[in-house]
């Protein structure tokens, strides 16, 4: 029912920043709970951040907290990922995912599995 497009992905050194977005076609974002996740090559897709539909609730890996920030404007039809204070280990393919129904439980929402949408991808990479 929606379609999910990141960009903003790039090529930074570390200590840079980098905010992704991303945008919803086909059906309004305000109805979904977003969570962006990230995978490196050889590993597993991980969790970084949440934010409910409203807004007014966000969740954050422990590994991203206090230099991530996720934000949505539900105007623009955007779900953001501001990355500040960019390291190494967060070089990875981030992808934005949605959900209408996924329950605001860190249990689910860290699952990959708890999302029906997801986007394409974004390429971030962080250099010493």
């Known amino acids: 029912q929606v379609q999910l497009v990141e960009s903003g992905g790039g090529f930074v050194q570390a200590g840079g920043s980098l905010r992704l977005s991303c945008a919803a076609a086909?059906?309004?974002?305000?109805?979904?709970?977003v969570g962006w996740f990230r995978q490196a090559p050889g590993k597993e897709r991980e969790f970084v951040a949440a934010?409910?539909?409203?807004?007014?609730?966000?969740y954050y890996a422990d590994s991203v907290k206090g230099r991530f920030t996720i934000s949505r404007d539900n105007a623009e039809n955007t779900v953001y990922l501001q990355m500040n204070s960019l390291k190494p280990e967060d070089t990875a393919v981030y992808y934005c995912?949605?959900?209408?129904?996924?329950?605001?439980?860190?249990?689910?929402?860290?699952?990959?599995?708890?999302?029906?949408?997801w986007g394409q991808g974004t390429q971030v990479t962080v250099s010493l």
């Open positions: 995912a949605a959900d209408a129904t996924v329950p605001w439980k860190v249990v689910v929402l860290v699952r990959p599995r708890g999302y029906d949408y």
């Open positions: 086909g059906r309004t974002i305000s109805g979904y709970t």
């Open positions: 934010i409910i539909r409203s807004g007014g609730s966000t």
